[in-house]
C-alpha cells in the first residue's frame, strides 16, 4: 500500500470505530471496548516480537500485574484517582517487565520463549496463591477510577460511551507512540537486532541493553491494556496472567502479520471477532478456531497485514503463482 | 574513484603518526575442548601496514580474527590496543575502542537498503538511545558519513538497492563500507576477496591501499596476487601455529613456507 492509501485506510478503520458506541448496543460496545483494549495489548507484544525478534510467551504476565494494581491500589468504596493509578500501574508492570528482563534476555531462541513463560506462571501462582491476590475468584474493583483534576471532571470511566473513546484515545496514543519511536535512531536498532543481533554487536551495538528496555517498554504498554481491562470489566482474576492469555495475544500478533501495529489491531479484531461467532456457534469454538488458525498461518504467510500486497499482486499479475 | 579519502576517520585521527602500535596480541592460544585451534600465535598491527594472514584451510586464521574481534574469547594470551589490555573485552567493546571487522561469510542485514546497513553502522558511533522520538532518517551526521563510506567502497550506484539483491563481490564491499562507518583504526578483514570478479578484486585492492595509511590492517586473503601487492607483513599459520612472519620477500624466499605450501602442490602434481 503507498503511504497515502494506508494513511487513508488507517482514518477510515479509525471513523468506523469512532461510530461504535452511536449504536447505542451496549453489548457491542463492551464488546468493541474490550477488542480494543486486546488490540492495545497486541501492539505491545509486537514491539517485542515483530521489531525486535523476542518472542515472549509470557507477556500476560504484564497485563495481568497492571489489572491488579488497579484493584490493589484503589480504595473498596470510593474511585481512586485516575491520573495516580494509572502512572502507577503502567509503572509497575514496566517495573515487572524490566526484573525478568535482566533474567530472560540472557537467553535465546526456543529458551527464551520458555523462560518467559516460566516467568509469568511464577506472576500467576503469585495472585492465585496468596493472600494478595484474593485467589481464583479475583478482586473487584467496584468503583472505577476518577478522572477528576481539582474539582472538574473532564470525562467518566463510569459512562461507556465516556470509557470507550478514553480506550480508543488510549489505543491511538500507544499507535502513535510505537511508530515515532520505531522511526528512532533506537527503534532501528531494535529492527537491527531482529535481522542480525550478532552483527548489531560487531558494529558497536550492546544489545543487552536495548533488549531490555524494548522489553520494559513492552512491559509498560502491556500494562496500559491491563489497566483498561480491569477497568472496563470491574474484576481482576488470575487468568488474566494465564499462559492462555499470553498465547492469545501472540496469535493476535501472528494473524495480524508481525511487525506491523495496523496488523496487529486487526489480529485483535478477528481474534475476538472468532472467538464470538464460533462460541455462537458451538460448545467446541476452540477447535474451529484452532483449526482457522492453522489455516491462516499455512496460506496467509505475513498474516492480514500482507493481504493488501498479495489483493494487488494477484490482480497485476493475473493471478497469484504462489 | 571517489575523492573522499579515509571518510571514516576524523582529521586528528588521520594525522597520527604511522608506525605505531595499534594492536598488540601476544601469545594467544584458543582450545576448543581438545582441539587446539591457535597456539601461541603473537600477531602485531602497526598503523599504516597491512598485515596478511596466509594459511591452508583449518590453519586457524579465522579463529585468530575471532579473537582479535571479540567475538571468541582467548584460552591464553592478551590483547592489547594502545596500550591498553583489551583481553577481556567483548565484540561490541572492541568495536567502540576502534577494532572493526568483517566476516568470511558475508554478514549483513540483507532486507535493508546498503544505506540503511552502513548508517547503522555510523549511528552506532553516537549512540542515543534516550532519544526516542527523533527521527533515524534526519540524522543528517549519520547518512552523510553512510554514503561517504558507500562511496568509498565503490558502492556509490548502489544506496538504495536491497542489500540481500547484491552480487557477492558487492555484498563484500557492502561490508568494507560497514567497517569503514565505524571509525575502525583497527580493520580485521576475513577473506574481503573471496567470490570476487577479477575487475572487483582489483577494486578493493585499490579500496585497501587508500585506507592504509591510517589505519592498521589485518587481512585473511587466498588471492596471492592481492596479498603480494598489499601486503608489508606477512604470517604464515600451519595447524593453529605461525610457521613464519616478515616481510613478503622473506615468505616468497622460506623454505618452510615452500614446504607447507608447494611441497602439498607437488605432492598433487606427481
Given at each position: 500500500m503507498s503511504s497515502l492509501n494506508s494513511m487513508i485506510f488507517k482514518l477510515a478503520g479509525l471513523a468506523l470505530l469512532a461510530c461504535v458506541?452511536?449504536?447505542?448496543e451496549s453489548f457491542y460496545v463492551e464488546l468493541a471496548a474490550k477488542t480494543l483494549v486486546l488490540a492495545i495489548f497486541a501492539m505491545s507484544l509486537d514491539l517485542l516480537?515483530?521489531?525486535?525478534?523476542l518472542v515472549s510467551f509470557g507477556h500476560a504476565a504484564y497485563f495481568g500485574v497492571a489489572a491488579y494494581a488497579v484493584a490493589l491500589l484503589s480504595p473498596k468504596y470510593e474511585a481512586a484517582s485516575l491520573w495516580y493509578v494509572l502512572p502507577a500501574s503502567v509503572g509497575l508492570s514496566a517495573l515487572a517487565a524490566l526484573v525478568v528482563g535482566l533474567f530472560v534476555l540472557r537467553t535465546k531462541g526456543i529458551y527464551f520463549i520458555m523462560v518467559t513463560l516460566a516467568f509469568a506462571q511464577l506472576a500467576f501462582f503469585v495472585f492465585h496463591d496468596t493472600p494478595l491476590g484474593g485467589g481464583s475468584d479475583g478482586i473487584y474493583l467496584n468503583v472505577k477510577p476518577s478522572a477528576e483534576i481539582a474539582g472538574w471532571v473532564?470525562?467518566?470511566?463510569?459512562n461507556a460511551t465516556h470509557l470507550y473513546y478514553f480506550i480508543l484515545g488510549a489505543l491511538v496514543v500507544v499507535y502513535a507512540f510505537l511508530a515515532r519511536i520505531l522511526q528512532s535512531p533506537f527503534g532501528r536498532v531494535l529492527v537491527g537486532i531482529k535481522s542480525n543481533e550478532h552483527r548489531m554487536q560487531s558494529m558497536g551495538y550492546l544489545t543487552f541493553r536495548y533488549k531490555l528496555a524494548a522489553f520494559t517498554l513492552a512491559g509498560g504498554l502491556g500494562g496500559i491494556a491491563g489497566f483498561l481491562y480491569a477497568v472496563v470489566f470491574g474484576f481482576v482474576t488470575p487468568e488474566l496472567l494465564s499462559w492462555h492469555q499470553s498465547g492469545n495475544v501472540l496469535l493476535m500478533v501472528i494473524l495480524g502479520g508481525m511487525g506491523n501495529l495496523v496488523g496487529a489491531v486487526a489480529g485483535a479484531f478477528v481474534f475476538t471477532g472468532m472467538q464470538e461467532v464460533f462460541g455462537s456457534w458451538t460448545k467446541h469454538w476452540q477447535l474451529v478456531m484452532g483449526c482457522v488458525i492453522v489455516a491462516a498461518v499455512l496460506f496467509m504467510?505475513?498474516?492480514?497485514?500482507?493481504v493488501p500486497a498479495r489483493i494487488k499482486r494477484a490482480l497485476q499479475g493475473g493471478g497469484s503463482n504462489e | 574513484m571517489s575523492e573522499v579519502i579515509n571518510p571514516g576517520l576524523s582529521a586528528a585521527v588521520q594525522a597520527a603518526p604511522a608506525g605505531e602500535i595499534l594492536l598488540v596480541a601476544e601469545r594467544i592460544t584458543r582450545r576448543f575442548g581438545g582441539l587446539v585451534?591457535?597456539?601461541d600465535v603473537c600477531v602485531t598491527l602497526p598503523r599504516g601496514k597491512v598485515h596478511v594472514l596466509l594459511g591452508?584451510?583449518?590453519?586457524g586464521k579465522s579463529t585468530c580474527i575471532n579473537m582479535l574481534s571479540g567475538d571468541l574469547p582467548p584460552s591464553e594470551g592478551t590483547i592489547h590496543f594502545m596500550g591498553k589490555d583489551?583481553?577481556?573485552?567483548s565484540a561490541a567493546q572492541r568495536s567502540q575502542v576502534g577494532i572493526g571487522r568483517s566476516y568470511q561469510r558475508t554478514n549483513i542485514?540483507?532486507?535493508?537498503t546498503v544505506l540503511e546497513n552502513v548508517r547503522l553502522a555510523a549511528q552506532s558511533r553516537r549512540q542515543?538511545?534516550?532519544?526516542?522520538?527523533?527521527?533515524?532518517?534526519?540524522?543528517q551526521w549519520a547518512l552523510e558519513k553512510a554514503r561517504a563510506c558507500i562511496e568509498e567502497a565503490g558502492l556509490g550506484a548502489k544506496v538504495?538497492?536491497?542489500?540481500?539483491?547484491?552480487s557477492h563481490g558487492e555484498q563484500r564491499q557492502l561490508e568494507i563500507a560497514m567497517v569503514l562507518a565505524t571509525d575502525a583504526q583497527v580493520m580485521l578483514l576475513?577473506?574481503?576477496?573471496?567470490?570476487?570478479?577479477s575487475d572487483e578484486s582489483a577494486r578493493m585492492v585499490e579500496v585497501l591501499k587508500r585506507l592504509k595509511p591510517s589505519r592498521a590492517i589485518l587481512l585473511v586473503e587466498h588471492d596471492m596476487d592481492a596479498v603480494f601487492a598489499v601486503a608489508d607483513t606477512i604470517t604464515v599459520m600451519v595447524n593453529g601455529q605461525v610457521l613464519e612472519s616478515g616481510p613478503p620477500a622473506q615468505i616468497k624466499a622460506s623454505v618452510a613456507v615452500q614446504q607447507a605450501y608447494l611441497g602439498q602442490e607437488d605432492s598433487f602434481h606427481v
Open positions: 458506541p452511536l449504536t447505542g516480537v515483530g521489531f525486535t525478534g473532564p470525562f467518566e470511566l463510569d504467510p505475513g498474516g492480514l497485514s500482507a | 585451534a591457535n597456539q591452508p584451510n583449518g590453519a583489551i583481553t577481556g573485552l542485514f540483507p532486507k535493508f542515543q538511545p534516550w532519544r526516542i522520538f527523533s527521527k533515524a532518517m534526519k540524522q538504495d538497492w536491497i542489500a540481500g539483491v547484491l576475513d577473506e574481503p576477496l573471496a567470490g570476487m570478479g
